[in-house]
């Protein structure tokens, strides 16, 4: 099974709502990543986990709160989102974080997320 | 400062036909070039992985090239396919922390 899964597909949601993206992956990966992509744009790195624990955070804005239950899922929280936060959201995952070679890094499909 | 760069920006082909896709990266310390193939609205999907050592690497009718000297990659495209249809991203693993660093990517249009 080398598939990442993400849930919700869509979401739309107000600018006072609280909504939360999940994702998951069964391949025994321990690193995992949450990536934001505007369209025509390349996806922007926003935050690692490795081995449950936050590793890297791109100066993300505390509106966006990552959390990792465990070696499988991975979650973003959202509170409180801006229109410009609109974009689709990318979960990633790999064996190692870091310099690891050829670990190759496994998408999923993403969510299309649009902020009223 | 390290960046990927891609070209062209945009690319329409006819079925059938054969492209080459380019990439330039100055990424230090440089670990390993891969090329993505997205979907509109989908996930990055791997092609390609290569590492310093490595010239070339296929994935079918895929080919990619890597020169380490000048610090550049081709993504060649044989017999292309309305499927073939996507944005190509080139991407470098590299820096202090061994981070993804993505190029903007090529869209690609295959007419039939």
Redesign the interface.
């Known amino acids: 099974d080398t598939e990442v899964t993400q849930t919700p597909k869509h979401l739309v949601m107000g600018m006072t709502n609280k909504k939360s993206l999940k994702c998951e992956q069964h391949m025994g990966h321990r690193a995992m990543y949450w990536y934001k992509q505007k369209a025509k744009k390349p996806p922007e790195l926003m935050f690692v986990y490795s081995y449950e624990k936050l590793s890297i955070n791109e100066s993300v804005p505390s509106r966006f709160s990552p959390e990792c239950p465990n070696s499988s899922l991975l979650n973003l929280h959202l509170h409180a989102l801006q229109p410009e936060d609109s974009a689709l959201y990318l979960c990633a995952s790999s064996r190692e974080t870091g310099q690891a070679g050829t670990d190759t890094q496994y998408f999923g499909p993403g969510t299309r997320l649009t902020v009223l | 400062k390290n960046q990927v760069e891609q070209s062209p920006q945009s690319l329409i082909i006819l079925e059938g036909k054969n492209c080459t896709l380019q990439c330039n990266y100055t990424v230090s ?1 440089f ?2 070039l ?1 090329w ?1 193939k997205q979907d509109t ?6 092609l390609t ?1 290569m ?1 310093f050592s490595e010239n070339t690497k296929s994935n079918g009718r895929y080919t990619a090239t890597l020169d380490a000297d000048t610090k550049q990659s081709s993504l060649h495209i044989t017999a292309s396919q309305l499927s073939d249809s996507a944005s190509y ?1 080139c991407v470098a693993t590299g820096g202090s ?4 660093i ?4 090529t ?1 690609l249009s295959v007419k039939p």
């Open positions: 310390p670990s390993n891969r993505y609205g989908r996930g990055p999907v791997s992985i590492t991203i922390q061994g981070n993804l993505f190029g903007k990517g869209k």
